[in-house]
């Protein structure tokens, strides 16, 4: 009777200690390296992390480039969907889930960098759109906004309204006053901004919110008492800080050196951020087989190969240190997305 007695107590020790290890905190959940690789394309691009609030799982919208597909220059960036995957432990696994069905017109078209926001019980989308597909760096860009009460099923709401067309790469927040910013890779490669009380009617600004030197990718959030914006200058991304979001003030680059990381290279390109308590993570994809972010030479059919095709998602923290954001992804953290 005592043997038995005490393998119930080691039993339910051993229960406690394991279930112990599935809490925040209570040890080091080191995040997958690359945390995702989409299974169909393998060219997961520009993603974008939401809760959502139906399912009551954290999703991963992303540029699904069709990477595994041979096709001249740049054509397999085109022709896109917007990949889904999913996670229900906190970000430690992700399952693919298929597209969004974003069709409003007929023909194979493109569409690139979603970022969503929630407000009063619908999720709001804003997607870079393009008609057609391209084998070189071309077509007339748009931002078009999309509607969801659960993000499967979305409506096509419209062009957004800027003053002029060729854009791409939109980021949104909330500001004190309930008025909603967005930012955007405008003209010349600089951030331009609008204002909207309910998202759907805009006024922009005819000014850049940041100049040169050329970028693209930005996205603003909020961490440690601060605005942030972060910008993909193509060698990793910069880090801008504001007191207002009026006013950036231009610090240094992270994610810019290559990391010990599997698929953790050569650079960090276009992001996310999300921002749980006293953590934030810094969602981005990489070209692993690349030397230069940049450096895809076509072979002499004209095809990029595969292996500076495909991309990968990972995930790093950032820290607030010395008045600025810093990023080591070498350095091991706790990775851990609590339901909301």
Known sequence: MKHFFFLMLC?????????QQDLPGARIHNPPAPLFRDPVFDGAADPVVVWNREEQSWW???????????????????????????????????????????????????????????????????????????????????????????????????YLNTPKSNIIDATLMQMPDDKWRIWYKGEGSVTMTGESADLFKWTFSDKPAIGKPEHEGPKAFRFAGQYWMLTDEWKGMRVHRSDDANVWNRQGLILDKPSKRREDGPTGAHGDVVVVGDKAYVFYFTHPERKSHGDAPENNQGIIPFGLRRSSIQVAELIFKDGTLVCDRDNPFDFWLPGL
């Open 60 to 158: 991963m919208l992303y540029t699904q480039r069709r990477a595994n597909v041979e096709t001249p220059g740049v054509a397999y960036c085109y022709g896109n969907d917007i990949g889904i995957a999913s996670s229900k432990d906190h970000g430690q696994t992700w399952a693919y889930r298929g597209v969004l069905n974003l069709d409003f017109e007929k023909g194979k078209n493109t569409f690139w960098a979603p970022d969503i926001v929630y407000d009063k019980g619908t999720y709001h989308m804003f997607v870079v759109y393009i008609q057609g597909v391209y084998s070189k760096w071309a077509g007339n860009a748009k931002l078009i906004h999309y509607t969801s009460k659960n993000l499967w099923d979305w409506k096509f709401i419209g």
């Open 11 to 19: 039993s339910f020790q051993a229960a406690f200690l394991f279930a």
